[in-house]
């Protein structure tokens, strides 16, 4: 089974504010900008407006709309709401991304009914747990259940038993094959195939020869139902990055070092929503002409603390030897993931025994994360004052109230 939620972003800002329903709604950049349409409400696509849409281009559509700005945090905490509701059902599922997930489900048949009311009791639970809908496909391999969530869109139930795969598959058009983009879908076009069956019927030596060995067997399959199956549960995130593009280049460096201050609250909240810490410091950044460098350095030992990582990256920022150009985009990440080492059992502290450092830091992580879940991205930070533009490390440890960035969605 595949389960994608429906427009999730939009969906939550439209269960949060009933004043919002039936209202175009795009979440991402603000109008204005040079970010991109992260989701909108179904409202917003009779518009044309899409994901990864320009936001320049969204408001030339539907100037109209309600541009609203991401709450990651926020959207994350109700994804931790979904995927206990899919977990009641299956123990084993695969999360793909924030709002969609694999699920195995045979041999629930006995325990629940057949694949549709499998299905319906997923959407169920989580329309009566979350407020919001999803939509549902399954099939016997991954991208028949895949194909089949999007079949009918939104709020949709599509089961593809083994005997209608081709029947399901054929009519479509040749584009919803995976590996089938802006370069390959013009080559199969003009080799005369629009539709699956189309492509189902040349043979795989014809294929070979336009498209190449591995590229053709894919869709060759592809074209007959034949992929993959197996839900892998465990299978672990290799890195947690945020990035800003800003409304016109940028050189200030008190400007570029309070949007990095602000990816890095970023990262470091995900990391630890996630239970892992980064050994690795990624910095990205962008100049005019789209030309992007980036650097990375290697942390002494694992590290989820925004502090450490502004500090990291704004030492990248200042001496890796990156151009003295304006900056389009800035971004910081955290890779080489893994738990961290200080996870120990509490303990009970003595009335008068003083917190060292890293465990203040850590209940303050723990409240500021607990705040932004509630409240939105942004609404409480670390006081990096101190953390001034030279990558200073004695930063305040007090809490302070930051305006929302302008984050390019990604």
Not at 59 to 68: E, I, K, N, S
Not at 147 to 176: C, M, R, W
Not at 207 to 219: E, N, S, Y
Not at 352 to 358: L, S, T, V
């Amino acid at each position: 089974m595949h389960l994608d939620m429906d427009a999730f972003y939009a969906a939550v800002e439209q269960r949060d504010d009933p004043s919002l329903r039936g209202l175009p709604v795009v979440v991402g950049a603000r109008p204005g900008g040079r970010g991109v349409v992260a989701t909108c409400s179904y409202e917003a696509r009779r518009f044309g407006i899409r994901s990864a849409m320009p936001i320049a281009e969204a408001y030339r559509r539907c100037p109209h709309a309600v541009y609203l700005r991401p709450r990651m945090a926020h959207y994350a905490a109700i994804a931790r709401c979904i995927r206990r509701e899919l977990d009641a059902i299956s123990p084993l599922v695969e999360p793909v991304s924030i709002d969609e997930a694999f699920i195995d489900v045979s041999g629930l048949e006995r325990l629940i009914g057949p694949p549709a009311a499998i299905g319906a009791r997923a959407k169920r639970r989580i329309r009566e747990a979350c407020g919001l809908t999803a939509s549902v496909g399954i099939g016997p391999n991954r991208l028949i259940a895949k194909l089949a969530s999007e079949y009918h869109k939104p709020d949709g139930l599509t089961v593809v038993a083994p005997p209608e795969v081709q029947t399901f598959l054929d009519p479509q058009p040749v584009a919803v094959l995976r590996g089938v983009g802006p370069r390959t879908l013009p080559r199969l076009q003009r080799l005369g195939i629009q539709s699956v069956a189309d492509l189902r019927r040349r043979s795989l030596t014809e294929l070979q020869r336009h498209l190449g060995t591995r590229l053709a067997a894919d869709l060759h399959a592809q074209a007959h139902g034949i992929a993959a199956s197996a839900v892998a549960p465990q299978t672990p995130r290799k890195s947690v990055s945020k990035e800003t593009t800003f409304a016109a280049d940028q050189i200030d460096a008190a400007l570029l070092h309070t949007r990095l201050r602000a990816l890095a609250g970023e990262v470091a909240q995900t990391a630890r929503a996630g239970g892992v810490a980064g050994g690795v410091v990624t910095l990205k950044v962008r100049y005019a002409g789209f030309v992007t460098h980036s650097r990375q350095r290697r942390l002494a030992a694992p590290t989820d603390s925004a502090r450490v990582l502004l500090a990291e990256a704004w030492h990248l920022f200042e001496h890796s030897g990156l151009p003295q150009a304006p900056v389009r985009l800035i971004g910081v990440g955290l890779a080489a993931l893994s738990p961290p080492a200080s996870c120990s059992p509490p303990r009970q502290r003595d009335l008068f025994e003083a917190a060292d450092a890293q465990e203040r830091d850590g209940r303050l992580a723990d409240t500021l994360d607990a705040v932004n879940t509630r409240f939105g991205d942004g609404a409480l930070s670390f006081g990096l004052a101190g953390c001034a533009a030279a990558g200073g490390a004695d930063a305040d440890a007090g809490g302070s109230t930051s305006a929302p960035r302008d984050a390019d969605p990604g």
